[in-house]
C-alpha cells in the first residue's frame, strides 16, 4: 500500500474513496455499502464524506458500511460554510458524528469559504480537538489567496489537507497552489479524478491506457498518484470498479508516460481561477 505523510507527521493510505452522491437511492444502498467495503479490503480506507452530500444521506450510508470496521477507516467529513461558525460547527460535527455512528472523525474540512471569519471556523475546530471530537482540521475548494489566508490566521498552520479538484482535465492548481501546499507539506486530496466519468471516454486516454494494459480510469489515478502528497478520492457505487481502481496503485508511470500525458492534457500556462463542482 502507498501512503500519503500529513504534516502531523501519520501516513493515511495515498488513494481513498469519495461518497459525493452515494446514499442517495434507496435501491441502490446495498450495492454502494458493498462498495466501500470492497475498496476499505483493498487497503482504501479513507473514506470521504459531508454534511451536505444528500442533506446527511451520504454520511449515514458510510455509518452503516464501517459499522463493523470503524478502527480500521480514516474518516473524513465537511462543514458547510453555513455551519462554519464557533458554535454552528460544533453542532454540525456532533450531528455528523451521530450520523456516522463514531464518537470522533479523523478529519474535519471547511467545505469551501463563506461569510464566516476563518478565526471563528478555526477556534470551532481547536475546540473540537480538545472535546476529543475531531484528531485533525483542514479545508477543501480554497484558492491559493485564501489558502494563505486560513495558514496565516492564528492556529491556522495545523491545517492538514486542502481537498481541491484536480484531475488531467482541470490542471490549473499546478501553477502556484498545488507548488506552495506541497511546499508547507499540506497534502492535496484530489475529488472528481475522472472528472465526473469525462475522462474515462476520452479516446486520447483510452488509447493511452490500452497500450500501457490498463484502463482508463487507472492511468487516470495514477497520474494523480505520481505527484507528491496528492491524494485522490474516486467514488464509485460498484465492486467491481472500486478494484479496478485499486489496481492503479500498483502502476508505475514513466517520464515518457506522463509526457504524452502532458500532451493530451496541457498543463496551465499561467495562473487560471480556482474550479469547484
Not at 141 to 163: C, E, K, S, W, Y
Not at 175 to 184: A, I, K, R
Not at 218 to 236: C, D, F, Y
Not at 250 to 259: G, K
Request: net charge negative.
Amino acid at each position: 500500500m502507498q501512503y500519503v505523510k500529513l504534516p502531523c507527521a501519520e501516513n493515511v493510505p495515498a488513494m481513498g474513496q469519495g461518497t459525493w452522491f452515494l446514499g442517495d437511492d434507496p435501491t441502490t444502498r446495498r450495492e454502494e455499502i458493498a462498495a466501500l467495503q470492497a475498496g476499505i479490503e483493498r487497503g482504501l480506507s479513507l473514506i470521504d464524506t459531508a454534511e451536505m452530500y444528500g442533506s446527511g444521506r451520504s454520511e449515514r450510508l458510510v455509518g452503516e458500511a464501517i459499522a463493523d470496521r470503524r478502527d480500521n477507516v480514516f474518516l473524513v467529513s465537511k462543514v458547510l460554510p453555513s455551519n462554519a461558525g464557533r458554535k454552528q460547527a460544533i453542532a454540525a460535527c456532533e450531528a455528523s458524528l451521530q450520523r456516522l455512528g463514531t464518537e470522533c472523525l479523523d478529519l474535519y474540512l471547511l467545505h469551501w469559504q463563506g461569510g464566516v471569519a476563518f478565526e471563528d471556523t478555526i477556534a470551532a475546530f481547536e475546540q473540537l480537538q480538545r472535546d476529543g471530537k475531531i484528531r485533525h482540521f483542514g479545508f477543501s475548494n480554497l484558492d491559493i489567496d485564501a489558502t494563505r489566508d486560513f495558514h496565516a490566521t492564528p492556529g491556522g498552520a495545523a491545517i492538514q489537507v486542502n481537498q481541491l479538484l484536480y484531475n488531467l482535465n482541470q490542471r490549473g492548481i499546478e501553477w502556484d497552489l498545488l507548488p506552495w501546499l506541497q511546499g508547507q507539506g499540506i497534502a492535496t486530496m484530489a475529488y472528481s479524478p475522472f472528472d465526473h466519468a469525462s475522462l474515462l471516454s476520452h479516446n486520447g486516454l483510452r488509447e493511452f491506457a490500452a497500450a500501457r494494459d490498463m484502463t482508463a480510469a487507472q492511468a487516470a489515478l495514477a497520474w494523480l498518484l505520481g505527484h507528491e502528497a496528492v491524494l485522490p478520492i474516486p467514488k464509485s457505487a460498484s465492486a467491481d470498479r472500486v478494484i479496478e481502481n485499486a489496481g492503479a496503485l500498483e502502476i508505475t508511470l514513466s517520464r515518457d508516460d506522463r509526457a504524452a500525458l502532458d500532451a493530451l492534457f496541457a498543463p496551465p500556462q499561467g495562473p487560471e481561477p480556482l474550479q469547484i463542482y
